[in-house]
């Protein structure tokens, strides 16, 4: 899989005491068969820092040369987008359009780049060439990757700003960077720190996973994170990071309870597979099957702390991606009962003034109950509903 490294030095010898992989994926590896996860494994941080990188990034663009106006474009399943971009000045009448957004003031942009189908390597690095175009209609299949990561980029960004007032990732305007187009059948997406980074699958597990709105919201989430409590990517801190990423990607897009139910391929499908994860009810999807052996035998997502994956650190770093529902379902069990509205409003204050980076499954109880009781008052629904949940859900104090 894709490394970024946290490494932990001792002061005094010298030696690597530990060692974990940071970046956050949608999923734990997405069935990568050994081929794949060997194309897809890069040394990190050497290669992150060092990639000869000669593409714009947004720091790099001069705006005087660009002016901003409307286009549109086709996602991945066909659906009509209106979108920001802007146009080279210079280029009138022929045309330069680029999948940028640069219309809200106090506001970075949104910035959309094309990684060609390839992944990053000492020639060509994320976030790769700006989405360009000839006209301001970006209407081809092979545009559509694209289209979607920077539609739903919109929609993710209006939600955080109108329902929490918060200003992108870090609330100070910071842009919002995408990659789609990512590697060769790539079965993921991710948060490397710095941007979003989507691959169009192989066709048979994940259509291109820019589609799903719930997967833009997940990505972006893990920015989120990382500018508030900073959870560590590992073990029930890892576990609660990805919850939280799952639960405000059912809060954006409220078709349902399930993460992933746009980016499902032909061979899931005809499997019964019609989604990644549920929050509403976890065990029907079954988890990696080498994973199954670190359960209680059922080999499905667990809903309760009795099917808690007792899993090392070197798989799934230690289970973030299998135990983070235990979480997602408390949080169905809240807004199930009080709304999506409250829930989401107990969870992102339970994010950015309760969590910390070590925050583990009874912390993350207490920051939710706690923040429950700040918003809506002792003895409401809402504090009750959330006391139940982590009750139903066996975490308790």
Do not use: C
């Not at 029907?284 to 994956?309: C, I, L, R, T, W």
């Amino acid at each position: 899989m894709i490394q970024e490294l946290f490494v932990f030095i001792d002061v005094a010898s010298g030696d690597v005491v530990d060692a974990y992989n940071t970046i956050g994926h949608l999923a734990e590896d997405a069935g990568l068969d050994e081929e794949q996860v060997d194309i897809v494994a890069q040394p990190s941080p050497t290669l992150l820092e060092t990639a000869v990188n000669a593409q714009a990034l947004p720091e790099d663009i001069d705006r005087s040369d660009f002016g901003p106006m409307h286009g549109s474009g086709f996602g991945v399943h066909g659906d009509y987008r209106v979108l920001n971009l802007v146009y080279k000045i210079s280029d009138i009448p022929q045309g330069t359009f680029k999948l940028f957004d640069w219309t809200r003031p106090d506001f970075e942009g949104i910035y959309t780049y094309d990684m060609k189908n390839q992944f990053q390597s000492s020639s060509f690095s994320l976030p790769g060439d700006p989405f360009t175009n000839n006209t301001a209609g970006f209407n081809s299949t092979y545009d559509a990757p694209g289209v979607d990561a920077h539609y739903n980029s919109t929609k993710v960004y209006e939600y955080f700003l109108e329902e929490h007032d918060r200003n992108s990732l870090d609330d100070e305007g910071t842009a919002l960077i995408s990659s789609a187009n990512y590697g060769d059948n790539f079965n993921n997406a991710f948060w490397n720190g710095r941007q979003m980074a989507y691959g169009n699958g192989d066709g048979q597990q994940f259509i291109p996973l820019s589609a799903g709105l719930d997967v833009a919201a997940h990505e972006i989430s893990h920015g989120v994170i990382t500018n508030t409590a900073g959870l560590l990517y590992r073990f029930e801190s890892g576990a609660v990071n990805e919850s939280i990423a799952d639960i405000f990607g059912v809060l954006v897009d409220t078709s349902s309870w399930d993460i992933g139910d746009n980016i499902i391929g032909e061979a899931w499908l005809n499997e019964g597979r019609t989604a990644l994860r549920s929050l509403e009810e976890p065990g029907k999807f079954p988890v990696n099957a080498n994973y199954v052996e670190y359960g209680d035998g059922s080999g499905v997502f667990p809903a309760h702390m009795d099917e808690f994956y007792d899993m090392p650190l070197n798989v799934d770093n230690g289970g973030v991606h299998v135990n983070s529902s235990i979480i997602n379902h408390a949080a169905y069990l809240i807004g199930d009962e009080v709304g999506r509205e409250a829930l989401g409003n107990i969870v992102y204050r339970a994010l950015t003034v309760y969590l910390t980076p070590i925050s583990n499954f009874s912390d993350t109880r207490f920051a939710f109950i706690q923040s429950a009781i700040d918003i809506y008052g002792e003895g409401s629904d809402e504090v009750d509903a959330t006391v139940d949940a982590f009750d139903g859900v066996g975490i308790y104090e």
